[in-house]
């Protein structure tokens, strides 16, 4: 009956369609839902400050056992294509779209572990510590609701955010800073049949320095690519203009640095060898974070697992997560899977058996007393 419940949580919050920057109707069902289970919700205006329809859902339970709350987080918006999802439990537990859209694992798993950990320690009875609750809208756009969300609403010095893909049990304690940028290399247009010579050839200058930077890992620990590459405005026409946009990621902030400033380099020396000009924009998008394994709030993802009965598996990861604007606000915390599978793709799914283990995994964070 519990996993019925579960999977009916899943499926109706699934079915909403809440694309990044047009979260309003989910997150009315959603705070109808904590309502219901005596959770204060509030409601910011990040979505007047980031160009959406909704702000980030805050909420707050009372506890009855000692010890500072716990912050608990899962994001409200989801990739495309999302429109019409609808959710098909498979008899072997997974949860899967109709195969046209996403499914919404990412991270619709996560809110619901966190209603259902809620609504059966309600109906028992079982006393709790205090909890605080984040649903972030945004979080799809390097975290652009939790940028912008208010940290003195918590007293929680530790969170738990729902949001990572792997085996029930496993948790990430870093994430990257990821630095996107963007180049744009200036020639000058001339026609490229009559008067070549009179040209300055953005692209291939631009080209030429592409070829020069080392992509995919140049170095252990750092990621660099190239993802759009565009300029010109005919075939017969020397391209004046070039734009090159890209990303560099690092567990490291200052490795993620160096690199771009070697980047930058050679965009500087291929232009001035074609006899172009270079213009620049960077931005880092988050910001790298390590939650040490000795920290409380480790132990005691930890002691969970243990008394969950699924094995614990600390790691990093190089994908970027709310959690990034958490540490931030000096706010000690892990990403931890909670079933959601080949996420941003048609493919994606998820599988109720795992979501009950990480329900039992949540509900034994919120009742335990220890510090």
């Known amino acids: 009956m519990q996993s019925n419940s579960l999977y009916k949580i899943f499926r109706e919050l699934t079915a909403v369609y809440s694309p990044t920057f047009g979260e309003r109707d989910f997150c009315g069902l959603l705070k109808n839902k904590l309502s219901e289970l005596g ?45 019409g999802k609808e959710s098909i439990l498979r008899e072997d537990g997974r949860i899967t779209s109709g ?13 619901a572990i966190i209603l259902e950990a809620l609504t059966r320690l309600r109906e028992a009875g079982t006393p709790h510590r205090a909890i605080e609750l984040l649903f972030p809208v945004a979080e ?35 994430a990257p800073t990821i630095l996107s940028f963007t180049a744009i290399v200036k020639g000058k247009a001339a026609h490229a049949g009559f008067a070549p ?9 631009a080209a030429k ?42 567990l490291s902030h200052d490795a993620v640095l160096e690199r771009w400033e070697k980047v930058r380099s050679i965009f500087e020396e291929e232009a001035k ?4 000009s270079v213009s620049f924009a960077h931005r880092c998008e988050i910001t790298a974070y390590e939650t040490p ?39 000690e915390g892990i990403v931890i899977a909670c079933s ?32």
């Open 209 to 250: 320095a592409i070829a020069k930077i080392p992509l995919g890992e140049p170095e252990p620990g750092v990621t660099c690519n190239i993802g759009v590459i565009s300029g010109g405005e005919a075939g017969n026409i020397v391209p004046e203009t070039c734009t090159v946009t890209g990303e560099i990621r690092s």
């Open 293 to 331: 394994v000795d920290s409380a709030v480790v132990r005691r993802f930890k002691r969970a697992c243990e008394t969950a009965g699924v094995p614990c598996h600390i790691c990093s990861t190089l994908g970027g997560s709310d959690n990034n604007n958490f540490a931030l606000h000096g706010i």
């Open 140 to 174: 799809e756009r390097y975290g652009a609701g939790s940028a912008v969300a208010d940290y003195s609403k918590f007293h929680a010095k530790a969170a738990y955010v729902l949001d990572l893909g792997g085996e029930i049990g496993m948790a990430a304690n870093a």
């Open 99 to 111: 195969g046209a859209t996403i499914l919404g694992a990412d991270d619709v798993s996560g809110i």
């Open 340 to 371: 959601m599978h080949d996420v941003h793709s048609t493919r994606e799914y998820a599988n109720l058996h795992e979501m009950e283990q990480c329900v039992r995994l949540v509900m034994n964070l919120m009742t335990e007393e220890t510090p």
């Open 39 to 83: 959770v204060v919700c509030e409601e910011d205006h990040a979505g007047s400050q980031i160009g959406g329809n909704c702000g980030n859902l805050y909420g707050f339970l009372s506890g009855e056992l000692t010890g500072e709350p716990l912050l608990f987080s899962a994001h409200m918006d989801t990739v495309e294509p999302a429109a």
């Open 197 to 205: 010579k009179d040209g300055v050839h953005a692209i291939s200058a």
């Open 273 to 276: 060898k074609a006899g172009a």
